[in-house]
């Protein structure tokens, strides 16, 4: 018997057959939400909509400042008020 927790009708059962001939049930974790920008909460582009495993495994956001917190637009908006900025003062 599956632990309380997976017992929810909210999770999706896969049917697998064994190598000794048995059916079992996996059960399928749910896939997390886009990750979003801090700022204007749009997704940020780039990263498919994964399990926490497949998120664990592999996908890497990108390397550039602040790559998978900001978007890029909000990102270059925020550079440009810090150079102005640094240009007033």
């Known amino acids: 018997m599956p632990r309380p ?3 929810s009708r909210t999770k999706k059962r896969k049917l697998v057959r064994t190598p000794g001939g048995r059916l079992v049930v996996h059960v399928i974790d749910k ?3 886009y990750p979003k ?3 204007c909460k749009r997704p940020l582009h780039g990263f498919p ?3 926490a495993r ?3 495994e592999g996908h ?3 390397t550039r400042i602040y790559g998978g917190y900001l978007c ?4 270059r ?3 440009k008020a810090a150079v102005d900025a640094a240009y007033a003062a």
């Open 72 to 75: 890029s637009r909000c990102l």
């Open 49 to 51: 909509r994964m399990t």
């Open 37 to 39: 920008c801090a700022v």
């Open 77 to 79: 908006k925020g550079l």
């Open 5 to 7: 927790s997976l017992r």
């Open 60 to 62: 890497r956001p990108p």
């Open 31 to 33: 896939k997390h939400d």
């Open 54 to 56: 497949e998120e664990r």
